[in-house]
């Protein structure tokens, strides 16, 4: 198990975390808890359900919003195994708290010949996590990613009652991670992408003009971050001899590693239960099982390469997410959103690590919508993720040498949006 810990401490420094895809890129989105595909109708239908575009009146629709992300501090309460000491020694601490603005904008044209036209820009991935004790340092002193996403769509409406939709998704990320083990390694590593390629695939179906079904597919990308790593490596990970514990060998060095965007799949059904309120219930598959391996490559430094270059498993699970959401026309200046939904943790048991700890979540959210004018509305709406917390025990055997429970993890997001028709 020494070994296994040793070799994983020191190479998840750049690990993604948990599941670090955000669904919500909009202000309904975040009001409804993502339950907005088959409801899609205004200039985020780009985005969510481009196929929804041919149904919409024949206007262009923009959308620029921004949304506040807050996530609290989380709390792990436990042991940790030590390389060093050969055995689990205290490890109860607090991450940092941490905060983000995050920009959206979605933009719907008028109808060409047969044809309506989208475009995105959205944010679908990322986050960040800090520690500031051992033993959370080894792997996560801190974590940050950031991915931006260009979404230009179109949508074609072949009956009355049936359209389709696609896009085209390119892609770019960077990252930042910072770790420290005294004594046996120290990296800081930043790297970015170039555009990685993808594609999304939307149907829906108006059976009645109450009742819509839909399906929406968003293709896996792979995110190849492409940088520079620095920082010592201790020759102790080499000779095992405890007189070495002291020499330190300094390294910089080209490197990269890959991980997955991974590919989504939602059914959904919208209804209007009557002339003024919808009700939305959507299933989500997220095909995490992408995600097999974390590989580390340092192209110029053996050292490094032997240490910290060799694949860890990841070998996460599809896993689902049900989502509910309800829209009420209060009047015809306001309209109200609600929503609720249960999202699975892909991350098994032996696989969680300090660096994004992550655990099933239950999501509540609300928001409003006010008509300034005929061309003009202003919204905010509010999501809670509730995660749940979660015991590593050590019949889970964790790769990463965890024995003890996460708790407190809490996200907030303030969504503020401006809507325009003309």
Not at 11 to 22: N, P, Q, S
Not at 98 to 118: A, D, M, N, Q, T
Not at 137 to 148: D, G, M
Not at 355 to 363: K, N, Q, R, W
Request: a positive charge; proline letters at 5%; aromatic letters at 14%.
């Amino acid at each position: 198990m020494k070994k296994i810990v040793t070799l994983s401490l020191a190479a998840t420094i750049a690990t993604f975390g948990a599941a670090y895809k955000l669904p919500e890129q909009s202000l309904r989105s975040v009001a409804l808890a993502g339950a907005y595909v088959a409801g899609a109708d205004d200039a985020d239908a780009a985005y969510f359900n481009p196929a929804n575009m041919s149904f919409m009146p024949n206007e262009s629709f923009f959308e620029l919003s921004a949304t506040a992300i807050y996530l609290s501090k989380i709390t792990y309460q436990g042991k940790a195994y030590s390389p060093l000491t050969q055995k689990f020694e205290e490890a109860s601490a607090k991450s940092k708290d941490e905060g983000f603005l995050v920009p959206h904008l979605h933009w719907v044209s008028k109808e060409y010949k047969g044809l309506r036209f989208g475009l995105s820009l959205t944010t679908p991935a990322g986050l960040s996590k800090r520690w500031t004790t051992q033993p959370q340092i080894w792997s996560a002193q801190e974590f940050t990613l950031r991915v931006v996403e260009i979404n230009p769509s179109f949508s074609y409406k072949l009956t009355d009652k049936l359209a389709i939709g696609a896009g085209v998704r390119a892609i770019y990320s960077d990252g930042k991670v910072r770790v420290k083990f005294p004594n046996l390694y120290s990296e800081d590593l930043k790297g970015d992408t170039d555009i990685k390629w993808g594609y999304n695939l939307a149907l829906s179906y108006r059976l009645h003009p109450s009742l819509t079904f839909a399906a929406t597919y968003r293709s896996k990308v792979g995110l190849k971050e492409v940088g520079s790593a620095k920082g010592y490596l201790g020759k102790y990970l080499l000779t095992k001899n405890p007189n070495d514990l002291n020499t330190l060998i300094p390294y910089s060095t080209k490197a990269n590693v890959s991980v997955p965007l991974p590919a989504t799949l939602s059914l959904a059904t919208a209804l209007w239960l009557s002339e003024n309120t919808r009700f939305e219930i959507e299933y989500e598959r997220t095909y995490w099982s992408s995600y097999k391996n974390l590989d580390f490559n340092f192209y110029t430094n053996q050292f490094a390469e032997a240490v910290l270059g060799k694949p860890k498993p990841k070998n996460w699970r599809d896993s689902n997410t049900f989502r509910i959401g309800l829209l009420h026309k209060n009047s015809p200046k306001l309209t109200t959103m609600y929503g609720l939904a249960y999202d699975q943790t892909p991350v098994p048991a032996d696989k969680v690590g300090f660096e994004l700890p992550d655990s099933d979540a239950i999501i509540l959210s609300l928001g409003a919508i006010y008509k300034y004018n005929k061309q003009m509305s202003f919204g905010v709406s509010y999501l809670y993720d509730y995660k749940t917390s979660r015991t590593i025990s050590l019949i889970d055997q964790n790769i990463n040498g965890i024995a003890g429970k996460f708790s407190n993890a809490r996200a907030h997001l303030l969504n503020i949006a401006v809507n325009y028709r003309y």
